[in-house]
């Protein structure tokens, strides 16, 4: 793919954003018939998926997972022809609870009596408020009090020992990038409900974690793009949409030139949306929703190595942390096997302070932490890779858009209603799948939609 | 002032943003020998004071009040010969709950026995957390849990009658232009600290609504600005900052053309910061903050009259509302009555959503509403104005930053930090009078302070 220098200027609709949201309704209006511009900031397509080479294989900086409920991505990966292969999950996972190792089987770690029945009530409550929830979340009875409840706040009152908290705790913030704290407990239930319930997507069997993409979760988008290509521009962020002129087309300012559109798809998270220019300026409901979803923090971590060496101690690779730096480690091993991985989130509190320290303190600490988890071998990792996403200037923070206490009441009625021709997509105005893959689809899906007056 | 068409294009510091921070900010360093240059976006200077010709007066659509506590701002107005005038406090005020009026004598409205004695015990709690807050917040014993908890989740725990809510949620909703739902706990407690307490913010008399400005509270800020006039560059919105380049002085990309300057003083609420590109990118606590602190949402509306007929009826003008839109209205008739005014703000979620509506309907209500509270002489106005400040560009909201529950951990230790050679300034960053004039002049002088070494 590379960057048309001569694009054409006037298209039916002007898509903003080049990632999995951007794509899909660029695609799907085209196949209805639309003539379509695509316009991206960054040098490549797919937003929030970014697959590069790390030693013997391509693996993934950004989104990486596809599970079996994700009907829209997986139709899409067979259209595309792209493999998929399942998640390494054989063998026993660890725990670190206040320092003490501990392994275990399943999604649910091994915990004391109390704590894991005190663990599975508190999900069973999770659960319950779950299926209470409605679309739009707003209209859940008592929507309001759980809007402003943080889900720390709730934990606090509902959670009672500091292993389950812990255990919850951490399952969330990689869910978010986010401290429970951060987020509207009304915001987490709506978007566990939109996963199919919590537990989906936190684990790997049967969850949100099933599978991953032989040549990266890029691929998709780098497919999709494809066909568009004599559409897309690059390098060319968008500064200004103007509708301001009654009945002419949109102006779309860019760092690549100005392009005019009858519509134009907005496919941005939120936090980036509020980034440009609106003339007229955007109403009240839609401009305060641009302030109030900052993006989670997530730095994601690759350590390379020669072999899966911790599968040959019946390890999945797999370890929970119940405090910072990291709070996840996955074996990343490549579909063949070829390029062994550790991959290791650090997320909210940690994440925003890592990229503080100077680099080798950060590598030193993430090989101590895996040679105490997985022995001696994991001490000399070929390759150390890291990716803080809060400084990805056309992300700010991943993997998502996060609303916190109170956000909901104000931002929620704004998150999917078009501003006159201007459409809002991206995964965080989706109403399945929210912050996934599948979300980005289903939200492009939607407002090609309302473009084209199709479902 | 006029626009400079051809400004200095190097200074020893360019301060971003011409409200009350970095004027102030601009006159110290200029008082100490360094050469400055001021941008600003709008074609004016004050920020979030702006004045304006209503009817025979000049009347404030913005920050129009000054306290006793407040030395800086008081020693500034004497300084440049600005004359205020006490703020129209005699005869009774009114309060509407649940749809009943009611009149009162000072700050506290007239509730019955059970709801009264709840309230005043409700706000001794708040005055008693708020002694415990330190500074910075975050060390406070308990920060973290009065983080996470917002301040709604903390009224329905701690008030229990439905009047003193009301009446506790009416005063936050005004002073942070936000629901309590949206606010954090410590952040509440922080601010209140800042301004000496609750009842201090919320007062006339002895409060920050003691006194008010003869030409308009923007008068300050002009006559600020008149001593730096060669500096001043209006219709001049900062894009980008670089200070990529080791030792060489720093870039200032704005719609004015490129400066130079060995320092920056960026004068802006956090909200508006985000929207410049840093090369490098900031820090993620710096950029995460830029996410993490949305502008409340307030609209002012000015009804004129040709006398403050209400006065002789023995009303103050001032009236409270449980429910909206309107959540309190204020005599703001002229300093020397030649123009009577009555002032509504709509404020939280009803001026989200207010000006959705007809300007038609949304006249109509307001002067039915004030036909309400004070009579048939109030049914004919001489002139309706409202300022929506959420769809004001150069400031998305008013009349301050809020953080939400979960967003101080996060967002306040990057708060006055300088990144690099910048340096960050506005009222949000204030630790005295945080969100008001008051501690706009002590983030510029804090800034300022940064740059030349001294205090």
């Not at 684990?203 to 032989?214: M, P, T």
């Not at 063949?336 to 997320?347: C, E, P, R, S, W």
């Not at 931002?411 to 021709?421: H, I, L, Y």
Request: hydrophobic letters at 45%; one cysteine or more.
């Amino acid at each position: 793919m590379k960057k048309r220098t001569q694009p054409a200027a006037r298209a039916d609709v002007v898509v903003v954003g080049a990632g999995l949201a951007g794509l899909n309704a660029a695609r799907l209006l085209r196949a209805r018939g639309l003539s379509v511009i695509v316009l991206e900031a960054r040098d490549r397509v797919g937003g929030r998926t970014w697959s590069a080479p790390m030693g013997r294989a391509i693996l993934d900086r950004g989104g990486q997972w596809v599970g079996p409920q994700q009907h829209r991505l997986l139709a899409l990966v067979r259209e595309l022809g792209i493999e998929t292969f399942p998640t390494y999950d054989t063998g026993a996972k660890l725990m670190d609870l206040r320092g003490e190792l501990r392994s275990y089987e399943g999604t649910i770690p091994s915990l004391g009596a109390l704590s894991l029945l005190d663990l599975h009530l508190g999900l069973r409550k999770l659960d319950a408020l779950t299926d209470r929830v409605t679309r739009p979340a707003l209209d859940t009875p008592d929507a309001l009090r759980l809007d402003a409840t943080s889900v720390e706040t709730w934990m606090q009152a509902n959670i009672h020992t500091e292993a389950a908290r812990a255990v919850t705790a951490a399952a969330l913030r990689v869910v978010f990038g986010a401290e429970p704290a951060e987020i509207s407990l009304l915001y987490a239930l709506d978007y566990a409900r939109a996963g199919g319930g919590l537990m989906k997507l936190v684990e790997v069997r049967g969850g949100a974690q099933e599978r991953r993409f032989v040549q990266g979760a890029q691929s998709v988008a780098v497919a999709m793009a494809a066909a568009l290509e004599d559409t897309l521009v690059l390098n060319a962020p968008v500064r200004r949409i103007d509708q301001s002129a009654p009945g002419a087309p949109l102006q779309i300012g860019s760092d690549a030139g100005t392009f005019t559109a009858d519509h134009v798809v907005v496919a941005l998270p939120p936090a980036l949306a509020g980034g440009i220019e609106y003339r007229p300026a955007l109403p009240p409901p839609r401009e305060q929703l641009h302030q109030r979803m900052p993006m989670g923090a997530t730095v994601k971590i690759h350590l390379l190595y020669d072999r899966p060496f911790w599968r040959e101690r019946g390890l999945s690779g797999e370890a929970v942390f119940d405090r910072g730096p990291v709070s996840v480690v996955f074996d990343n091993t490549s579909h063949d096997g070829a390029q062994a991985a550790l991959l290791a989130f650090i997320v909210g509190d940690p994440a925003r302070t890592w990229s503080l320290r100077p680099e080798g303190a950060r590598r030193d600490t993430m090989v101590r932490l895996m040679a105490r988890l997985f022995g001696s071998d994991a001490a000399h990792p070929t390759d150390y890779i890291e990716i803080d996403w809060s400084t990805e200037p056309w992300s700010r923070g991943c993997p998502v858009g996060v609303f916190a206490a109170g956000a909901m009441r104000v931002a929620s009625p704004a998150m999917q209603a078009p501003t006159g021709r201007i459409h809002w997509a991206g995964t965080e105005t989706a109403t399945e799948w929210t912050g996934y893959m599948e979300g980005a689809l289903q939200s492009g899906e939607r407002a090609a939609g309302e473009i084209t007056g199709a479902r």
